[in-house]
């Protein structure tokens, strides 16, 4: 017996070691100049994370590095050489081989990019978080959306099921491949296996507009060879679909790449409510209620681009980019029942039908070139045709009588040119980068129906700004300045010509390796859009009407946002707070004209905001489970010239996911994070989703439930006009308990080599319709 239990120790030591040897260490270490030169004989040392010495090598005349047979565990990595920085990482829970890409390492009297570590896999540098996903986090995932929702990054937010990327405290996320700005679509092409690392901008410079943060993937790149992926995300009882085919092929210094996107809806259980009071100049005031019966949803969202790519690395890159985008909802097919509340059985039949459609083709040339000297230059030309056409009508019957009968249909068509050159150069102690974009567009909408109207605008916009960053001791700063000019020009009206500044500040402080804390603030130059200065009207219905406003002029936004956050281990809270100031914002304004209640834009007295948001992450724990918690309160204050409103709103948000060999869970629950703006509350979504997934090498496959606990969906918006106050609620009775499959495959083929990406990225989407429904 005592052999037999000496074997069996024997083979489980045995088959310890093998699954030992599985796991390697392996990346790239590049010094700081522009050049990244591959640094040779840079010392690397594996350490426990009590700093007790595994293993060490030096990297190669190719800067490579490999750390074979190690065990699971926690560790530290520490990359150093004299007259250098070191670089340290932290790897807890590592389970699995990982690729570290390219890591830089600079002189120590360049303290700008000085690295602190303050969690597992993700290094803090002083103007962003470098985040290497985990070899689970990896296996998890299908492709770069869902590795993000894997990641569950600070103040990142992931809708699973419209794979979206929103920013908690409100603001846009900017996406980005190897430095070029990027779609969604794009993000949802990217195998996770070319996904080297993520690049987070917490705090993102002039040059990235009103951006509020910036994810960078950095990928890899076939030399030869290439790779083909499908999603597939598809209701069997509803239509519901988001599907995506992409594929890529490499040739030497060439790459070819091409991605479509699909996401039809078909709904036939949808409807609204609708209540209204109208208060009349004479003191009466009348109640109408709108009792909405089934009603025909239908819509398209769909996409892609064909993409060229030429390179020479680490001297100049040129990139070419044919897209589509186009956007088609034949069907938002409204009935009521409409009667006054003083008198229910007076109903009258109420139909508001809506048949709208948009065409954006676009195409994207670029170009950027390493200079010497730590010197770099990017242009980026960008052309866009909008084409839209809209139509809606509205009737009101009783008894068969026709009581009110309004069309109206746009036809409209935008044309645009966005230009622009950034160059940056590198200091001992900081990089200094400047940069220069104009905007040149023109539009003409036709407006028809009971109304007629032809609108031709011309607008100009041109930002040149510049900006330092640097670090004092342990605190790492950016200043900037920039100034706008905004010029518009409405056939037959008066335009405008605005000059504005835009400084910009930030100053982020480290007090431990745990715990820093960062503060920024900036000005920003808000123009009207076209729609709002569109010298028409348009009727809503026999009591209300829309109307632009010629006589709109741009307005500034300040903006100051404190974040803090400490990260340990596995675990890392984080606190945001921002305050938000709009003098002389854009707002709606409603008032009485020859009986009727007209809905109009105006520069109001101003608008504040002031959001505060506590979140927690912690994970991997127990090597399976990892959960992100998070909620805040958003407070309004809205002063109009003849109004003054108040709104607070408190949510939250709760992510879990599981993960045991093959098989993979997630759970997704949050409550209405709801806006307010001028006089109107919009809500969010209430939400909950219930996944699981299966993958197996190249394949994955797996199931869901959209509100699973919830037997209706909803969205609210409410008026608090003295004039015309209203609540609205829409329902999709579709989107409750809907269930899904979704099936994966990537599959790829060739070598690979770290690719460099475009660093500015521009496009049009404004199409400059006012927007008449209800």
């Known amino acids: 017996m005592k052999r037999v239990g000496i074997v069996i120790i024997c083979l489980i030591l045995s088959f310890g070691t093998v699954f030992a040897q599985k796991i390697k260490i392996t990346g790239k270490v590049v010094d700081g100049s522009m050049d990244k030169a591959p640094f040779e004989y840079a010392n690397i040392v594996l350490q426990t994370s009590d700093s007790v010495f595994v293993a060490g090598v030096s990297t190669d005349v190719k800067g490579n590095f490999q750390l074979e047979k190690v065990q699971a565990g926690n560790y530290r990595l520490v990359i150093s050489a004299i007259g250098y920085t ?43 978080k470098i985040v290497f996903p985990s070899q689970k986090q990896l296996e998890a995932s299908t492709n770069g959306i869902n590795l993000l929702q894997a990641l569950m990054l600070p103040r990142i937010q992931v809708n699973p099921l419209t794979k979206s990327v929103g920013l908690a405290g409100g603001g846009t996320v900017q996406l980005c491949m190897n430095g070029v700005k990027v779609s969604t679509e794009d993000i949802n092409a990217l195998q996770p296996e070319d996904i080297l690392r993520i690049e987070y901008l917490e705090d993102p410079g002039l040059r990235y507009g009103s951006a509020e943060a910036v994810l960078n993937y950095i990928t890899r790149r076939h030399e030869t060879g290439g790779s083909v992926s499908l999603d597939l995300m598809n209701s069997p009882h509803i239509v519901f679909h988001n599907d995506a085919v992409s594929a890529r092929l490499n040739h030497k210094k060439s790459e ?49 681009s064909f993409t060229y790519n030429y390179q020479e690395p680490d001297k100049y890159q040129l990139n070419a980019q044919l897209g589509y985008w186009g956007y088609s909802q034949p069907h938002t097919d409204y009935r009521s029942d409409l009667y006054n509340v003083e008198y229910p059985d007076h109903i009258t039949d109420m139909q508001d039908y809506t048949d709208q459609a948009t065409h954006r083709p676009f195409i994207d040339l670029y170009y950027q070139q390493e200079l010497k000297n730590k010197q770099f230059l990017a242009l980026n030309l960008v052309g866009t045709y909008i084409y839209t056409d ?66 031709n605008m011309k607008q100009a916009d041109t930002y040149l700004y510049t900006e330092f960053q640097g670090k004092w001791e342990k605190l790492n700063y950016t200043l900037g300045i920039g100034v706008t000019r905004s010029w518009l020009k409405q056939e037959g009206e008066e335009g405008y010509q605005t000059y504005t500044f835009r400084p910009r500040f930030s100053l982020q ?18 123009p009207p859009a076209l729609s709002e200065l569109s010298a028409v009207e348009q009727m809503i219905d026999s009591m209300q009407i829309r109307r632009g406003n010629p ?50 834009y105006r520069n ?64 997704t629950i949050y409550n209405r994070r709801n806006g307010f703006w001028g006089e ?5 979504e209430n939400l909950h989703m219930l996944s699981a997934m299966y993958k197996y090498k190249q394949i994955a496959v797996g199931v869901g439930m959209v509100n699973p606990f919830a037997d209706n969906y909803k969205r609210i918006n409410e008026n608090w006009n003295k004039y015309v106050s209203s609540i609205k609620e829409t329902y999709v009775n579709e989107s409750s308990r809907a269930f899904f499959l979704t099936f994966a495959w990537n599959f790829q083929f060739g070598r690979k080599y770290q690719s460099e990406g475009k660093k500015i990225w521009n496009q049009d989407t404004d199409s400059g319709v006012m927007n008449t429904s209800k």
């Open 256 to 304: 070819f790449s091409i991605n479509y996107r699909t996401s039809p809806r078909d709904f036939y259980d949808c409807w609204r409510s609708n209540e209204e009071v109208f208060h009349f100049e004479d003191g009466t005031s009348l109640n109408r209620y709108e009792k909405g019966k089934p009603g025909h949803l239908s819509e398209l969202n769909h996409g892609g």
């Open 390 to 455: 809209s139509k809606r009508s509205y009737q009101e019957r009783q008894d068969g009588n026709l009581l009110t009968d309004i069309f109206s249909g746009v036809t409209g068509n935008k044309y645009s040119v966005i230009g622009e050159g950034i160059y940056e150069k590198g200091f001992e102690k900081g990089r200094l980068s400047a940069g220069l974009k104009h905007t040149q567009a023109f539009s003409d909408n036709t407006y028809a129906g009971n109304l007629e109207y032809k609108t």
């Open 509 to 526: 402080y480290a007090f431990t390796d745990h715990f820093y804390a960062r503060l920024n603030g900036s000005l920003v130059n808000n």
């Open 551 to 600: 006589a709109l002029n741009p307005y500034n936004r300040f903006q100051t946002n404190l974040y803090m956050e400490y990260r340990k281990g596995k675990v890392s809270v984080g606190l945001s707070s921002l305050y938000q100031t709009n003098p002389k914002a854009i707002m709606e304004s409603t008032f009485i004209e020859n009986g009727m209640f007209v809905h109009t």
């Open 86 to 128: 070191d670089l340290i990482a932290d790897l807890a829970g590592l389970t699995g081989s990982i690729d570290l890409g390219e890591l830089v390492l600079s002189e120590a009297a360049e303290q700008l990019a000085e690295v602190t570590v303050t969690a597992a896999n993700i290094i803090n540098q002083a103007d962003r």
């Open 680 to 684: 109107t509350m919009s809500s969010g």
């Open 604 to 667: 109001q007295d101003g608008f504040q905001y002031f959001n505060s948001e506590l979140n927690l992450r912690a994970g991997m724990l127990w090597n399976i489970l990892q959960f992100s918690l998070s909620g805040g309160v958003n407070r309004f204050w809205s002063d109009g010239k003849d109004y003054r409103h108040t709104y607070t709103n408190w949510y939250y948000r709760a992510e879990m996911m599981a993960q045991y060999k093959h098989l993979m869970a997630s759970f």
